[in-house]
Each structure stands twice: as C-alpha cells, then as structure tokens.
C-alpha cells in the first residue's frame, strides 16, 4: 500500500460525528477503524503528531495522548527517529476463506430445512411492536424508550464511574455462577419492597434480566402441555408469548373497569395478573378484589404470578398493597422492575418466590446466562442507595400525571365520542373508540399523518372485529407535542369514517 498523502490522511482518519466522544478518543477510533479495515497495513507509517494536528485542526497535544495510548496497547510502534508505525500484528489475522463444501455432482451441499426443524417458535404469534424508525415520527404513542428529558445521566453516570472504582471492583467483577450482587439484593429487600408492604429474605429474591426472562424462567420450571394457566384478557402479550413456548393450556379472565374479575374462576394451576395498574386497560384490582382472589386462590389450589406493572407510578392517594403482601400462604410469586423507570433497555428485573423455588430458578437460570450484568447490578445498587431511584421516581411520575392530564383534555376536545377512563398511575390511556372503528386500521391511517397508536387486538387472545381499543402510551413522546399529535389522530379518525361511510363532524383544522 503506498503512503497517503494529505488529502488521503484527512479522509482515513476523519474524525466521527459522535460530539458525546472527546476528540482523544475520536482520533483513537479513527486510526483503530483503519487498521482494523485493512486500510493501514503492519508497518505503515503514521504522520508526525504536528503534522496529523495540522491537517485535522486539532491540538498536538490531543494526538500525541492518542498515539501514546495507541503504543501502549499494541496498536501502533514508536521507532527512535523514526516515527510512529503500524505494530506487527494490530489487525489478527483472519482465517483464510474456504471453499464451499461440493456433493458429488458438483452442486453445493443442501441445507437444513429450518422452518421444520424450530420445535418452538413464536414469529408467527401477535405482539407488541413499533416500526423500525419509530424515533423519525413526530407522534410515538407507543412503548419502550427511555425519555430523554427526565433520564438522569449525571446520577446515573456517577454510579457507574464508582462502580469502576478500584475499591468496588472485588464486588462485582468475581465470577458470581448463581449468586446475584448482594448490595442490589438488599436494596431491593430494604427499599423496594418494602413499599409495596412486602417483605422478603435475601434467600428468596433472584435477579433477571428484565421481567420477560421472569416469565421463560417461571414457564420453563412450572409448565408444560397439561398446565393450566389463567391469563387477563385483554391482557400482557409479552407475558403470553413468553408463557406460550411451553405450551400451556391458556384460560382466558376476564377484566372489568376494576380489573381482573375474581367471582367464578375456572379450574387453574396458575393465575397470572397485572394488579397494580391492569395491563393494558391500567385498572386498578381493588383491595376487596385483591382479599377475594387469594381466599380463592386457596381453596381452588392455584399459584398466583403478580407482574406490579408500573405500581410505582402513582399519581394520587395511597398505594395498593401488593398481592404477595397480602399472602399469608405462599401462593404469590411476585415479578418487579428495578430499571424500567429508568429505560426498558437497561433489562434488570427480580422475582420475589419461596426459597424452594428460588434455589430451582438460580440453577436455570446459570444454564441460560448465568447472571445479569453484574457491573449493571451493582451500579443501580448504588443508584437506589443513594436516593437517585426515588428522586427519578418523583420526577418520572410528575412529568406522566401532567401528560396523562393534557392527553386526556385533548381527547374530550378532539375525540369526544371515544371513550377512556383516567389511570390512577402508569403512563398509558386505555381508549375504547366507537363500535365501527378497527384501531389496527386507524393505527395504519395514522402513521401516516406522524401518530403511532398500539392496536388494541394484540392484547386480546381472540380479538374481536372491528376492534376499538387502543392504547395511548405516554413515556415516548414529549409533552409538547401530546396536543398535536392527538389531533392528527382525529384528522386520521375522519379520514377512517369517509372510508367507512360512517357519519361524523370534520376534525378541527386548528389546534
């Protein structure tokens, strides 16, 4: 390869458009990516650190920190009055490509069927979803994000710099085979659970990464074809898809405007309910109901799994107590969230389960991942220690109640014939639009006018046609553009109707 020029230099080790980076470590990834690439060969020179300062504009110092750095982990050599080269051995080697395997006629070898061979498989059953750039949509009334205005990157970033303290290192960095972080599991023991009025030893909390892991582990150790599994309907696609891959003999319960309705349940082995904030309608089960569940839970013989969806954010009056704070006999497996107020993506939840039954998840669950992150673990303890959690909490759900209030204001404007009732907390609007409305094809209109909506038929196991329900998610989309996007949602209702032949008064142009 012959040696760049100028012209050329400026190009290769353009730096990245990443201003979260500082420029030190801009350059070191643009000399790292030429190497590795091929673009650098072993043994190239590099321009002196005044001249690579000049082409790019940037001091000599910040380069020659970066070739320092770069020499000391074995990417680039200083030769004495030389300069700086490219180390022998920088980029691995790589294994050298075969060629592809032949039969006897000559023609490629064939490939498994793979479509027969999956015994399990899920591609083809409802979920949640939201199109892959849903961020370029100026009204996401959908799910799972973290929300940029409220997220707390200075606390969050501090515990994650003590976590990489020499000091907390012995903590974390120990192969921890089926343990979990003991600081995270007294944090949970001592501040989380203890506000839902539960009460839990160390022995019989386990990490997991994120609830929908809580479901497969539960549904790889409890059931099987003959299970008979209770679930809310409408109610949790991810916890019935999750559930599902063990191919449990599902019972649909159903949900009223007070949750889940607990008189007449049929034969069940487990039971399983979003109390707390009913997922996706946000009722609330009453304490009555709650009382009434567990008496049956009893003398029917069953195992409650109560998923305290979103039972921190509350907006008014005192909280519900949860339902394994009620239980008196061992029948409440409770899943939580240590992370989702924070962002779904960090992925740490718990189950909280007799010791029996713990001990059995923490040996599955080494056969599947071991562990969460146990850096990830430690650091949100810290976060929870130092009170960051709660004063994110407060924030959190200021910012939903006055959403939920201007969302709601908007759609008795807008929308005054569909039909909606004021969540006590959470951060979704559960809308029952008139009989003639199918909400995936409203979903459909209105993506193209920017809203995205979450179709209400895949909360339903057998959903009904025309389907009027949808959700209105909150967390995702700024407060600002809650009013406008609701009203492109009624430009889009109209729209509907004159397809539909339906009768119904212009959207207003002006909002």
Not at 202 to 213: C, D, M, R, Y
Not at 395 to 413: C, K, P, S, T, Y
Request: proline share 7%; glycine share 6%; with cysteine.
């Amino acid at each position: 390869m012959s040696q760049p020029g100028s012209i050329q230099w400026a190009r290769l080790f353009d730096l990245a458009d990443q201003p979260a980076l500082p420029l030190q470590a801009r350059l070191r990834l643009a000399v790292v990516r030429s190497i590795l690439e091929g673009h650098l060969d072993a043994g190239a020179s590099l321009p002196s650190s005044r001249e690579l300062a000049a082409l790019l504009g940037i001091s000599r110092n910040t380069v020659t920190a970066a070739y320092v750095q770069l020499i000391d982990e074995g990417f680039l050599q200083a030769r004495p009055r030389s300069g700086v080269f490219v180390a022998a051995g920088a980029r691995p080697r790589g294994a050298a490509v075969a060629e592809p395997l032949l039969d006897t006629s000559g023609q490629p070898g064939r490939a498994p069927q793979w479509q027969a061979r999956v015994l399990r498989s899920l591609s083809k059953r409802p979920t949640l979803a939201k199109p892959e750039q849903w961020r370029e949509y100026p009204y996401p009334f959908v799910y799972g994000t973290y929300d940029a205005q409220l997220f707390p990157t200075d606390d969050f970033r501090d515990c994650c710099a003590k976590s990489l303290a020499r000091s907390q290192l012995p903590h974390w960095t120990p192969d921890l085979e089926t343990d979990d972080v003991a600081d995270l599991v007294e944090q949970i023991r001592t501040r989380l659970l203890p506000k839902r009025g539960v009460f839990a030893l160390k022995e019989e909390i386990i990490l997991t990464v994120g609830t929908q892991h809580a479901y497969y582990l539960l549904a790889e150790a409890l059931f099987d074809e003959t299970t008979r599994l209770g679930l809310e309907e409408p109610g949790h696609p991810h916890a019935r898809n999750s559930f599902a891959l063990r191919q449990p003999h599902p019972v649909e319960v159903a949900v009223d405007d007070d949750g889940l309705v607990v008189d007449a349940l049929p034969a069940l082995d487990y039971l399983f309910v979003t109390p707390s904030h009913q997922s996706p309608t946000t009722a609330t089960l009453s304490l009555e109901r709650r009382q009434r569940l567990l008496r049956r839970a009893e003398l029917q013989d069953f195992v409650l799994i109560e998923d305290d969806y979103e039972a921190e954010n509350l907006y008014a009056g005192a909280p519900m107590p949860a339902l394994k704070s009620l239980d008196k006999s061992g029948r409440v497996i409770y899943i939580g969230s240590v992370s989702k107020s924070l962002s779904p993506v960090l992925r740490l939840g718990y189950i909280v389960a007799p010791h029996a039954l713990v001990r059995e998840l923490r040996v599955l669950r080494h056969a599947m991942v071991r562990h969460p992150s146990a850096f990830l673990q430690h650091a949100y303890a810290l976060f929870l220690s130092l009170g960051h959690h709660e004063s994110h909490a407060r924030r959190v759900n200021q910012a939903m109640q006055e959403r939920i209030a201007l969302a709601a204001e908007v759609l008795r404007e807008e929308l005054p014939d569909f039909e909606f009732t004021l969540p006590q907390g959470g951060a979704s609007i559960w809308v029952r639009a008139p009989a003639w409305v199918d909400a995936a094809e409203l979903a459909a209109m209105a993506r193209a006018h920017g809203v995205l909506i979450e179709a209400g038929d895949v909360f339903f196991t057998r959903p009904p046609y025309p389907c009027p329900f949808f959700r209105l998610r909150l967390s995702s989309i700024a407060g600002p553009q809650i009013r406008a996007g609701i009203h492109a949602l009624a430009i889009s209702v109209a729209e509907l109707a004159r397809a539909r032949g339906e009768a119904r008064p212009a959207a207003r142009l002006t909002h």
